[in-house]
């Protein structure tokens, strides 16, 4: 995790159930490493909490922190899961990104932690 990106958690108010949460976000942005033009995507983040979940405002300022970091697509929802992993250690998660259309591509990246219990 890079200094200034702080994810915040609060204790998970039934831990005693398995339940899934989903944020999702419609404006995140991040810079092409190759041109330094921006690359505009929609986040899907679900997970099963364990003893911790994610700050909504803390995730918000987070996110907003790749505004100015350059990194390819794989590479950014790879660091995403890694981040909110690390964070809340969820029994199960899984971060997609889905990528604006460039050069005539559409692009999903969907990257998981955890087996999804049944």
Partial sequence: MLNDRILETFPNPHPDRDYAIEHRVRDFTSLCPMTGQPDFARIRIRYLPFKLCVELKSLKLYLQTYRS??????????LILNDLVAACAPKWMVVESRWSIRGGIYSVITCT???RPE
């Fill in 69 to 78: 970091h350059g990194a390819f697509y794989e590479d950014v929802t790879n």
């Fill in 113 to 115: 932690n955890g087996t």
